[in-house]
């Protein structure tokens, strides 16, 4: 008599081939769960770069357009509103000048720009240069947020190229460049080191 088995799986291979696509699908649910955090990842950096963009962009074209005036002291009270030059380190850490700002294409003048740290953002805010001191009126003045969840804010400036970076404001006008360092989320920015119009 011939014995024919019958045709199919013994439980040993079922069992196997069920081990074998269970860990199929463990390492494909893993891939998938790391693709998804390392674009999660590189969404948050793309964003912070974009944030560093615009922010050091808008800060380049204000310094390099702060309004000179004839001036040569920090505040020059004297003189008419286009004649007097702004630029000073506040004693809170705030970079206060005088720039041409543009607000579109058909709107803009001088103004009185102020950029520091007011809780956990970095704060810019804005207002017409009315002749009065710089440093007053500012919780009135217009604002905008440019990066939040800042840890640290430190201004520095030098006057000659090479020399050294001071923090300590010497009132002696505009400086030739500003360094901006940020702390962001547990991170610094690159250091956004500008030239200042003279």
């Given at each position: 008599m011939n014995c024919r088995?019958?045709?199919?799986?013994?439980l040993v291979e079922a069992v196997v081939a069920l081990a074998v696509l269970s860990l199929i699908m463990l390492a494909t649910v893993s891939g998938l769960r790391t693709l998804g955090n390392t674009q999660a990842t590189?969404?948050?950096?793309?964003?912070?770069?974009?944030?560093?963009?615009?922010?050091?962009?808008?800060?380049?074209?204000?310094?390099?357009?702060?309004?000179k005036g004839s001036s040569t002291g920090g505040l020059?009270?004297?003189?008419?509103?286009?004649?007097?030059a702004v630029f000073e380190l506040s004693p809170e850490g705030a970079l206060v000048w005088k720039a041409v700002v543009l607000f579109g294409e058909a709107y803009g003048g001088q103004y009185l720009v102020r950029?520091?740290?007011?809780?956990?953002?970095?704060?810019?805010?804005?207002?017409?240069?009315?002749?009065?001191?710089?440093?007053?009126g500012w919780n009135k003045?217009?604002?905008?947020?440019?990066?939040?969840?800042?840890d640290r804010f430190e201004v520095a400036y030098r006057?000659?190229?090479?020399?050294?970076?001071?923090?300590?404001?010497?009132?002696?006008?505009?400086?030739?460049?500003?360094?901006?360092?940020?702390?962001?989320?547990g991170r610094y920015w690159p250091d956004l080191v500008m030239e200042v119009a003279r």
């Open positions: 088995r019958g045709q199919g799986f013994t590189l969404d948050t950096r793309v964003d912070r770069l974009v944030d560093l963009r615009s922010v050091s962009g808008f800060l380049r074209n204000s310094l390099a357009s702060t309004v020059s009270l004297g003189g008419g509103m286009q004649d007097r950029l520091g740290k007011k809780g956990g953002d970095l704060e810019l805010r804005w207002r017409e240069d009315t002749g009065d001191a710089p440093l007053t003045a217009a604002s905008r947020t440019l990066v939040s969840g800042v006057r000659e190229a090479g020399g050294p970076w001071q923090t300590d404001w010497d009132q002696r006008g505009p400086p030739g460049w500003v360094r901006l360092r940020l702390q962001v989320q």
